[in-house]
């Protein structure tokens, strides 16, 4: 190919895409009579972009919205949590910022539940094997469990499997820790105690109230947040 | 039949308010292009977590939805910025541990494939970053390409030279 035509063909999208000056499209159309390549290539650039219009959207393999539910509800109860100094309360309905009053029915609540101890069994189970699979599955069928038994499955992985991950997570950051900045390092100390006074306050309002539903989903919602931030955190480190 | 469009404003003022049965039927409509995005965007690994990330800052500035707009554009543009923000992440991180460019999370480019035959979108998940951001967002979303350059903080010329260099890049998977 000549220089001609290799300058030529930069040009070939912006003339595809009808983004040339006048003069230039001429002269573009005058070396494409004599370049066989460059016709060649700029039908199968035609191909691609027809190709990028037909792409199609799938919805994602699972349902997303239960752990989407359950972050925005736990997001606006964190806000009003900490605008409380650390009061934890409970309830269906919360008002949020702008004076919202965020609402969820049952089975939404169900749902996020569901979604929940399916995610925190998952991320246990993504621990136990070393951080090599990303998609997390859980590791017992929660999917169709009643909700009354989601909680109690909850309270199991809560006892049982929880602080053996977090103590497997915090070995991993700690060999790994020097390959992050300090920034991070702090700013992830600071999430930690945050999240550790949160997790205490709610364990406390839960031995005075233990059959408390929602201070039970708070409690593990804020766990996870915990295994959640400990797992991003030592990706980081083998990034 | 009511147009989604006229679904998706009267849904956006009630999730406004806080209404949750509203969002989750924002999020019903729209879900499957987001994740298109995301998933083209960063990768599918990293589709699901930035689906959700989208939604759930989409839910936190619903207020700022005025309507000007097309509910599923002012989405679009919330979801890109999370999706760039998290790309922006990565790299900062990346800059001090791997010198050459990457393509996607935990893939070097040089690994991008000219393999004949391959799917599409796996051969735009496989571009180089820049190259596959503005594709996307140029041939797939149909943006301009000085509406790249804002969102990507690059020159529109940029733009133009990374489009011509992906779509030269994917003429290896029409065989």
């Given at each position: 190919m000549t220089d001609s035509a290799d300058t030529w063909r930069d040009r070939l999208s912006e003339y595809l895409d009808e983004a040339?000056?006048?003069?230039?499209?001429?002269?573009?159309?005058?070396?494409?009579?004599?370049?066989?390549?460059c016709r060649e290539t700029l039908v199968e650039l035609r191909q691609v972009v027809a190709r990028a219009g037909k792409l199609v959207d799938a919805p994602p393999a699972r349902d997303l919205w239960p752990e989407i539910a359950y972050r925005i509800r736990e997001t606006e109860e964190g806000e009003r949590h900490e605008s409380r100094a650390g009061t934890a309360e409970a309830g269906s309905s919360l008002a949020g910022r702008h004076g919202r009053s965020f609402?969820?029915?049952?089975?939404?609540?169900?749902?996020?539940?569901?979604?929940?101890v399916a995610l925190s069994s998952g991320i246990a189970w993504q621990i136990a094997g070393g951080f090599s699979a990303r998609q997390a599955e859980p590791a017992v069928p929660v999917a169709q469990a009643p909700a009354q038994t989601n909680l109690l499955l909850a309270s199991r992985i809560a006892n049982n499997d929880y602080e053996s991950a977090i103590a497997q997570l915090e070995r991993v950051l700690n060999v790994g820790r020097d390959r992050l900045d300090s920034a991070t390092v702090r700013k992830v100390e600071e999430k930690l105690a945050l999240i550790d006074k949160a997790i205490d306050e709610a364990r406390q309002a839960l031995s005075a109230d233990p059959s408390n539903a929602y201070l039970n989903r708070y409690l593990v919602?804020?766990?996870?947040?915990?295994?959640?931030?400990?797992?991003?955190?030592?990706?980081l480190t083998e990034l | 039949m009511v147009p989604d469009t006229d679904l998706d404003s009267q849904d956006a003022a009630l999730a406004a308010e806080g209404d949750s049965g509203a969002f989750e039927r924002l999020y019903r409509r729209h879900v499957a292009r987001i994740h298109g995005l995301a998933r083209r965007m960063a990768g599918p690994d990293d589709a699901d977590e930035l689906t959700q990330d989208a939604f759930v800052r989409a839910w936190q500035k619903i207020a700022q939805f005025r309507g000007e707009a097309a509910f599923g554009s002012w989405l679009y543009r919330v979801a890109i910025s999370v999706i760039l923000g998290h790309r922006r992440r990565l790299a900062i991180h990346r800059e001090r541990t791997a010198p050459e460019e990457w393509n996607r999370e935990g893939r070097p480019s040089h690994e991008r494939s000219s393999e004949i035959g391959m799917d599409f979108d796996t051969a735009i998940e496989r571009l180089p970053a820049r190259a596959r951001h503005v594709f996307v967002l140029h041939d797939v979303e149909g943006y301009k390409h000085h509406e790249i350059a804002r969102m990507l903080k690059i020159t529109a010329g940029t733009s133009k030279s990374q489009l011509h260099r992906a779509r030269m890049l994917l003429r290896a998977t029409l065989a």
């Open positions: 040339l000056e006048d003069s230039e499209r001429s002269e573009l159309e005058e070396h494409l009579e004599g370049c066989e390549e609402t969820f029915s049952v089975p939404q609540l169900a749902a996020a539940a569901v979604t929940l919602g804020t766990m996870r947040r915990k295994l959640d931030l400990l797992r991003r955190t030592a990706a | -």
